[in-house]
């Protein structure tokens, strides 16, 4: 099938993961530090009125490290498996529906969509930022409910698919994404793999999807698409993926640092003014046959055109 509209022969999809109110410290705000990263944002999408945005958001963001903090209880059997591997934030400290300015603010951000980003970004045991790893189907049902309700009872609309942290999507979830009917999933980063019209992924989250082209799951009528393109990737790799044809899959992080982790792909100064300049040159080179869309466009259109074609009935 062919998932672009009209005369476009090339597709370009920008997300952004770990949106949430931010936590406040020392005399800072709660919120502050996501307002500063989205700032960078709003220049981006200022300078390209085209583009369009999808925000993948934490309901309940409970995680206040990147990595394990309490090395300790990952040595004790059965303990590792009932704690956290790190500090977390109280349940609810974080939740939307409690910084209502926070979300006010969001909602008047152009140009943008709010996907699911987990439920707290944590979980219990060893694989502490792998929150659906482990759960079972009914599980990650709740979960995706849970976050739903959320967002909604913040008022903030919601599109139907999910970013997982840490890429991590076990089949119970893709279940539970097809009992509940949501449309997509980005599950797969690989920013290595050549460039190639039947290129699969080899690296993070899902592997053996599509590497530049929407792809309908066999399980439900989930569509996959891939993030391919970030910070680190070279303009050469963007270029290549339009001249076959794909979807350029980029991806940024809110935080450039949280704690002591260093984003390689979070939201500054210096990654906005790389797509910048990445915007302009495929603007000059392609013009009015790039989709500027989002992964629910995207989606929304695999969906329609596999029911018509029979693929999935
Ligand atoms: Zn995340």
Redesign the pocket.
């Given at each position: 099938m062919n998932w672009l509209p009209g005369q476009a022969t090339a597709a370009v999809c920008f997300s952004v993961?770990?949106l949430h109110p931010t936590a406040g410290h020392d005399a800072e705000p709660v919120g502050d530090g996501a307002r500063r990263a989205i700032a960078h944002l709003e220049w981006l999408l200022a300078r390209h009125p085209q583009l369009r945005v999808t925000l993948?958001t934490?309901p309940d963001w409970r995680s206040r490290s990147a990595a394990p903090t309490r090395r300790w209880r990952g040595t004790l059997p059965l303990v590792r498996h009932l704690c956290h591997a790190a500090d977390v934030l109280p349940r609810g400290t974080l939740r939307l529906d409690r910084h209502r300015s926070f979300v006010t603010w969001l909602r008047g951000l152009p140009r943008v969509d709010f996907g699911i980003?987990?439920l707290h970004?944590v979980r219990r045991g060893p694989a502490y930022?792998q929150e659906y790893a482990g759960r079972s189907r009914r599980q990650c049902r709740r979960m995706i409910v849970r976050a739903q309700q959320i967002m909604t009872a913040a008022g903030l609309p919601v599109v139907p698919g999910i970013?997982p942290?840490?890429w991590t999507s076990p089949r119970a979830l893709l279940a539970a994404m097809a009992d509940l009917d949501l449309h997509f999933i980005t599950s797969a980063r690989d920013l290595e793999t050549p460039i190639a019209a039947g290129a699969v992924t080899h690296g993070s989250g899902l592997r053996g999807v599509s590497l530049i082209a929407p792809q309908m799951l066999p399980v439900g009528r989930l569509v996959h698409v891939t993030t391919n393109f970030q910070a680190t990737s070279s303009p050469d790799r963007a270029m290549a993926i339009l001249r076959h044809g794909g979807l350029i899959g980029i991806k940024a992080?809110l935080l450039k640092r949280f704690g002591s982790y260093v984003a390689l792909d979070g939201l500054d100064r210096e990654y906005v003014e790389y797509l910048d300049r990445l915007f302009t040159r495929i603007e000059d080179a392609c013009g009015p046959r790039i989709w500027w869309t989002t992964l629910a466009d995207v989606a929304a259109r695999v969906r329609v055109g596999t029911r018509e074609s029979g693929v999935v009935s």
């Open positions: 993961d770990d993948f934490t980003h987990g970004h930022l970013a942290p840490a992080h």
